[in-house]
């Protein structure tokens, strides 16, 4: 592979890529094709709108998840170039760690994979924390609380949030998502004493409600309510700063004023001049905060549904924990989650959400920094401002404050979905083919979080199987000590049976039959939205038949499962009328097949705008990628050419041809290599350096290429810290990572 296509770490077949330290690369040319640019045709039929919102979603959340993925890769290159600049190991130090620990390394070490049953148990462990949201939210409370490091919780926030429920527009996944808030939102009151101190610091709850905020729907809202407001600001040419001693600076850098040591803001308001500005910029910034908190507030009804239910939420715990907390503070603590996790972080970085295009100057984000700076006042309702020339906007701040707290509570009114978990549940593992695509890190650090914190998991009452399933595992173990690389998990319960409880708000039984006309009129209800054509059927028996005829892409394979779901529920009644009586009473209160069609275009055009924001990130993170493979390269060659530097000078670009039984004597070859039908002399291995920075092991069998294998100098930086580490050059030679790394520093490196 070319220097210049290595790439971050991506997919590659579990079963039989050779893993690698090296970046594989990465297909930027093979982009998926984007619907995007296609105009909505308002007359389209309703099988076509319904088509179409199917694609829509399908191709958001992949490209989510690629976003995800790119995020990775490009923190992945931030990493390589930090070793570049500023490696942590002379070659003097690595060759006599090397010395000193290999007598106690020789036989050691290993590449565990994924596969057959291991790969099984993994599966049926993501079921369980799939469909076991309170052992998910446990997970997270207690690591964010007890973890040192914070980017441990953060990864794992990150990895449940895009690939446990990755799936944006699939009413399962957000449903048991906020039922995993629902959990961890009680452990975080249960664990307070005081309710003023909910939600305001950085905890791992609060962090995973931002994370939450900035899936598709949620970037939607932000897109269309905030844009138009927020480039009208970003394009306002002159500063509108109103903290004194800022004002007073910049009239030292215009020479009207003489520069004042430590200068107070009591000192800079004795300045007439700084006094006139600060008079003529309040009103101004009061006028541009005014319009964007009125675009905001006749907004309610576009706010995303699981946004406002966890609005609802926040309200309910409040009330059933501390009963006797003013509305004031209620009203305080929902517009902290609304306006401080959600609103504000978009106004004042607009870029990271799409709202803007390009990131806004500085003058112009510090302007859209005070607007949102006075729209948290107003949803806090401070007694006293903490920033003295903040106060200047107290007038305004009161009055808004009554009709912002009537929209937060407007925010909070919205129904409950615990009643349609279950018949959910049974739709999604009917079908009997839900799987997830992980990478082998993601799986590690579940892994490896759960065992470390499995003590604290034991207290909840449904954990037996998720400790039987772990101790099938076995103990936790690094999978990818070769590389990264991602897998297909197949989800599946061994035990046969979907969870009967998902949520705490589930909790009371109910009778058998009661529940089984519940989901029967459920899917009743599924099936006339995705088929409206069977409204015109005289029975359910006519319905159910018509329904399996049934071939559209994306609709049938959902038809089927509500279909043979409503058969196993309609099992469960007294007599067959009562499924006549409930097909005849959703038929009376169904839409007619316009207003549904009319339903998919109004969700066709918000899943466009989704699209259009997700792209244009998907876009943006393409170009960064590029830029710091760019940069990756220069300061690679850079390092690699440097005079002075012991461990990062070239000497030499020549081949040299080591042979594998050579190798094998001096350890450098691991006993487990070898080339089907040659012997091992008849092997031999070719060291070049085609460029400074970079090392290429070509494996030669009678005079013909076998195998090749290419890393970079950050590589040799980066197997510094793993002495037990394989290098694998195709699928025949391993070679023991270190004595690889003392043998390339011989062929290439002046010391």
């Known amino acids: 592979m070319n220097t210049e296509e290595t790439m971050p770490l991506r997919s590659v077949e579990a079963s039989d890529a050779a893993l690698s330290l090296a970046l594989p690369e990465l297909a930027s040319s093979t982009r998926r094709p984007s619907h995007r640019d296609e105009a909505i045709d308002e007359e389209m039929s309703f099988t076509d709108a319904q088509l179409l919102v199917f694609v829509h979603k399908h191709d958001i959340m992949l490209e989510s998840r690629e976003n995800f993925e790119l995020e990775k890769d490009i923190r992945c290159y931030d990493a390589r170039i930090g070793l570049l600049i500023n490696h942590r190991l002379t070659f003097e130090e690595f060759v006599q760690r090397y010395k000193t620990s290999r007598g106690d390394r020789r036989g050691s070490g290993s590449d565990p994979r994924l596969r057959g049953p291991l790969l099984q148990h993994y599966g049926c462990l993501m079921y369980i924390l799939q469909t076991e949201p309170d052992l998910v939210a446990k997970l997270i409370w207690v690591t964010s609380q007890y973890s040192t490091d914070t980017s441990k919780a953060d990864n794992l926030m990150k990895v449940i949030m895009s690939t446990i429920y990755g799936n944006h527009f699939e009413q399962r996944d957000e449903h048991l998502l906020l039922c995993m808030f629902e959990h961890a939102l009680k452990f975080e009151f249960e664990?307070?004493?005081?309710?003023?101190?909910?939600?305001?610091h950085n905890s791992g709850v609060t962090r995973?409600?931002?994370m939450y905020t900035q899936r598709g729907p949620g970037v939607e809202y932000l897109h269309h309510v905030l844009s138009e407001s927020v480039q009208k600001i970003a394009a306002i040419g002159e500063s509108l700063e109103v903290h004194p001693v800022k004002i007073y600076h910049d009239l030292v850098q215009e020479g009207v004023a003489e520069q004042i040591p430590a200068l107070q803001e009591a000192q800079a308001l004795e300045n007439e001049r700084v006094r006139q500005i600060i008079a003529e910029r309040v009103p101004r910034l009061e006028e541009l905060t005014g319009e964007l908190l009125q675009t905001i507030i006749s907004s309610v009804d576009a706010v995303p549904y699981a946004i406002r239910w966890l609005c609802n939420l926040i309200q309910s715990l409040i009330e059933q924990y501390f009963p006797e907390t003013a509305k004031d503070t209620i009203c305080s603590l929902i517009g902290g989650f609304f306006f401080l996790r959600y609103v504000n972080p978009n106004i004042i970085a607009p870029e990271k959400s799409g709202v803007m295009c390009t990131a806004p100057k500085?003058?112009?984000?510090?302007?859209?920094?005070?607007?949102a700076k006075i729209l948290?006042?107003?949803?806090?309702?401070p007694k006293k401002l903490k920033e003295v020339y903040m106060q200047r906007f107290?007038?305004?701040?009161?009055?808004n404050q009554s009709q912002l707290k009537q929209f937060i509570f407007e925010l909070a009114k919205v129904p409950g979905f615990h009643d349609t978990m279950e018949v959910e549940h049974l739709m999604a593992f009917s079908k009997g083919d839900i799987s997830l695509e992980m990478m082998v890190s993601e799986i590690t650090l579940i892994h490896s979080v759960l065992e470390e914190y499995s003590s604290d998991l034991k207290s909840l009452g449904n954990s037996a199987r998720l400790f039987e399933i772990l101790q099938d595992i076995g103990p936790a173990q690094n999978l990818c000590s070769a590389g990264d690389y991602k897998v297909v998990l197949k989800v599946f319960s061994r035990w046969g049976n979907v969870p009967k409880s998902v949520s705490p708000s589930s909790?009371?039984?109910?009778?058998?039959?009661q529940s089984a006309k519940h989901r029967c009129q459920v899917l009743v209800e599924q099936l006339f939205n995705l088929l409206p054509n069977i409204i015109d059927t005289s029975s359910l028996a006519e319905g159910m038949r018509r329904a399996r005829e049934c071939n559209t892409e994306y609709v049938a394979e959902r038809v089927q499962s509500a279909v043979d779901n409503l058969e196993?529920?309609?099992r469960q009644l007294s007599c067959q009328e009562e499924g006549e009586q409930i097909f005849?009473?959703?038929k009376k209160v169904s839409p007619s097949t316009e207003e549904l069609r009319k339903e998919y275009l109004k969700e066709l055009r918000n899943l466009k705008n989704i699209a259009f924001i997700v792209s244009s990130r998907n876009d943006w993170l393409f170009a960064q990628l590029n830029l710091y493979k760019d940069y990756l390269a220069a300061v690679r060659a850079k390092a690699a050419s440097e005079q002075g530097r012991s461990f990062l000078q070239g000497k030499t670009h020549c081949p040299v041809r080591l042979g594998l039984s050579q190798l094998l004597k001096d350890g450098v070859a691991t006993p487990e290599s070898t080339v089907n039908g040659f012997r091992h002399k008849d092997v031999t291995l070719v060291f070049t350096s085609p460029s400074p920075g970079a090392y290429d092991i070509n494996v030669v069998c009678q005079g013909e290429d076998h195998d090749s294998r290419r890393f970079q100098l950050e590589d040799l930086l980066e197997l510094q810290g793993y002495p037990d580490l394989r290098l694998n050059v195709g699928e025949s030679i391993s070679l023991d990572a270190p004595a690889a790394l003392l043998l390339i520093s011989k062929l290439f490196i002046r010391h």
């Open 394 to 399: 107290n007038d305004f701040v009161a009055r």
């Open 568 to 570: 196993m529920s309609l």
């Open 362 to 371: 500085p003058s112009s984000r510090r302007t859209l920094t005070l607007v």
């Open 507 to 513: 909790e009371e039984q109910v009778d058998k039959e």
């Open 584 to 586: 005849a009473d959703v």
């Open 191 to 200: 664990e307070s004493e005081d309710v003023n101190g909910l939600l305001r």
């Open 376 to 381: 948290q006042n107003v949803a806090n309702k």
């Open 208 to 210: 995973m409600m931002t």
